[in-house]
């Protein structure tokens, strides 16, 4: 399957620009190196478009991953940051990039950056965001101390379809229950999170059994 990744680049902060410039650009490569996608789309502003993304495409020369740039004309609006990346997202899977198989990194850029592409992400349920948080020395990156996280936006989207979960039940909808907690526990990796929807499949299973059976009666 092909894979994607939206990145958001911005220009780092400290005294040394020409330093932390490049140590922000290298951080982003290896991040899109070990993701190894198809695909690559930039959200930059104007000025990461002009000091950093120059210094991150020559890491990427060597490799077949295509890339396209977007940018942002307002990086202190959030709504303006959100459309533009989820317009990224419905582009990458008009193009045949299942959302599945689309990873948003938000590790670089403003606050409000990363907030506008991570809310974009979460509507979209894309397979993950990932944040590569690294130890700084005079606002560089020290080598040697990245440590690369990787959230799914199912985990923050699971209550909210676990209430749809109760009501369906209530309901005495249970394969609905199923079909939406199949979805859920394929794609959650953390074993408590799991045992729990592995307990309400249970249930939903009994439950519907059960109607089975007095339907037969009937």
Known sequence: MKKAMVVTVGTGT?????????????????SICNSRPDKVVFIVSKQSKKETLPLILP??????????????EFIDD???????ASKCIH????????KHNILVDYTSG???????????AIAFEVDAMAYTSVKKEKGMAVKGTERYT?????QILMQKKLDSVTDLFNAHRFETCLDILDHIGQKL??????????????????YD?????IFSCV
């Open 91 to 98: 582009e990458l899977i008009n193009e045949g990039f299942d």
């Open 59 to 72: 890491g990427l020369k060597d490799t077949n991953i295509n890339h396209t740039v977007v940018t942002l």
């Open 209 to 213: 059994l059960w109607r089975q059976q």
């Open 150 to 154: 990787i959230m799914e936006p199912v």
């Open 78 to 84: 959030i709504i303006h940051i959100y459309r533009k």
């Open 189 to 206: 990796s953390g074993i408590t999170e799991k045992d729990t929807i592995d307990e309400l499949i249970t249930l939903s299973r009994a």
């Open 110 to 120: 403003t606050k409000v950056m990363s907030a506008g592409t991570i809310s974009a």
């Open 14 to 30: 400290g005294p040394n620009r020409d330093e932390v410039l490049k140590s922000l650009a290298q951080t982003i490569v290896t």
